[in-house]
């Protein structure tokens, strides 16, 4: 007679649902509280200090809406929004330009990874040392570009000194040293556009040119409006390349808004007035970004 085995019932083990939420707290609370101390808050006494007459010499008083009535009316501030806007303008249009052109040749002709680490070696040195070697090399009498210049029939040129190419200089300058880093972005937009359009689009007879046209640029949309917003709120903050190079001259030609700011504030002692530019600086970038984002339709793309 043959006995049959029954195996014990298979007892099920409920383990405990892990809870991540303090694994994750872990992680966040010290990019936390370095972004309330080093942001947040400095944002807040800046924001205090616009309503106070506040100066090194003494404890802040009250004083309204004076500072921000001062602001509108100080022609110098004007003068420093419309250098700024001046700045910006050259700046973003050469920077994207060139940048949507070298994503392009990346993506067609090469994708190597040592073009893309030379083309950000500019973006790796800092401000400072490239606003001094810029300096050097644009000196009207001993730099190198002004050396090149009359070989080409170009009479030498003081960059930095000149009223009328002191800005574009500075602008250019900067381009020179962002346009690796903006390259980069949009060619990672790139990737993400399926190669099976362009197939199509040749099939259909489409040229390159149309094709980067009406393939290329509209599926690039909410990129180049992520590019954009970041580089303009850049351009707009430009100060130690002017402080290392023109500290605002001649004149007040190179007097941009930052600059104006730090002079107000570190130079006078007027960090009430300093302040109110900042509020409204800081107003102002937030707009434009608003309707760049809104404008651009940066929240959607034309591949769903």
Request: aromatic letters at 12%; charged letters at 10%.
């Amino acid at each position: 007679m043959s006995t049959v085995t029954v195996d014990p019932p298979s007892v099920r083990v409920r383990r405990r649902p892990k809870n991540d939420l303090k694994v994750a707290l872990a992680f966040i609370t010290p990019a936390a509280v370095g972004f309330i101390v080093f942001f947040i808050y400095p944002l807040i006494k800046g924001v205090y200090f616009s309503f106070t007459d506040y100066s090194l010499a003494g404890s802040p008083n009250l004083v309204g809406f004076k500072n921000y009535v001062t602001m509108v009316h100080d022609p110098v501030f004007w003068t420093a929004l419309l250098v700024t806007l001046e700045y910006v303008a050259i700046n973003i249009i050469s920077q994207t330009i060139v940048a949507l052109i070298l994503a392009v040749l990346m993506q067609r002709l090469t994708r190597s990874l040592l073009i893309r680490g030379v083309l950000l070696l500019p973006y790796l040195i800092s401000n400072v040392v490239v606003a001094i070697v810029w300096w050097w090399m644009c000196d009207r009498l001993l730099g190198i570009v002004n050396q090149i210049l009359p070989h080409l029939g170009i009479a030498p040129q003081a960059f930095f000194g000149s009223s009328a190419l002191s800005i574009p200089t500075i602008a250019l300058v900067n381009t020179w040293r962002y346009v690796g880093y903006t390259a980069l972005l949009i060619f990672a937009g790139l990737q993400t556009i399926p190669p099976d359009l362009y197939e199509a689009a040749a099939i259909d007879g489409a040229t390159e040119v149309q094709s980067f046209f009406r393939i290329t640029m509209p599926l690039l949309r909410p990129v180049l409006a992520l590019v954009l917003v970041v580089s303009i709120t850049g351009s707009f903050q430009v100060f130690d390349t002017v402080a290392v190079t023109t500290k605002g001259a001649p004149g007040n030609a190179t007097r941009v808004i930052y600059y104006y700011i730090y002079d107000l504030a570190f130079n006078r002692s007027h960090f009430g007035q300093a302040s109110a530019m900042t509020v409204a600086l800081f107003v102002l970038l937030g707009t434009i970004a608003y309707f760049q984002m809104k404008l651009m339709r940066a929240d959607q793309s034309d591949l769903n």
